[in-house]
């Protein structure tokens, strides 16, 4: 019975790495730079700029945010007025614009707000 519970806490904690590998944080944005990942943070503020373009800033109000999500398009729809103060995951390539780490995300399946 041992070792039945512990091959499954090593399988459990074998998945849980595997999920994490794909999960960055700010520290580690530019290392990650033209690749795809998701990154999990609290929305601060954000921008509507038109219909197919909303800017989340995540970790920190704009001009302080630890980067931004740059939503394109207009298939994603967020809770904008209720979206403030939430944890949101969202999977995107990992660009830097004018300086600024940046995600791009265009599709639903995008985004996971908690």
């Known amino acids: 019975m041992k070792k039945i519970l512990l091959l499954a806490f090593a399988l459990l904690a074998f998945i849980a790495g595997a999920k994490a590998q794909n999960k960055f944080n700010a520290n580690d ?31 920190g109000a704009y001009p302080h945010q630890k980067y931004t999500i740059a939503v394109k398009g207009n298939k994603v729809t967020l809770d904008l007025p209720n979206i403030k103060h939430k944890a949101v995951c969202v999977t995107g390539v990992f660009e ?19």
């Not at 290392?31 to 219909?51: E, M, P, Q, W």
């Open 29 to 59: 944005f530019k290392a990650h730079l033209g690749k795809t990942g998701t990154l999990c943070d609290t929305v601060y503020s954000l921008r509507i700029v038109s219909d197919t373009l909303t800017l989340l800033n995540m970790g």
């Open 96 to 114: 830097m614009f004018k300086d600024q780490p940046e995600v791009v995300a265009s599709r639903p399946d995008q985004f996971e707000v908690h």
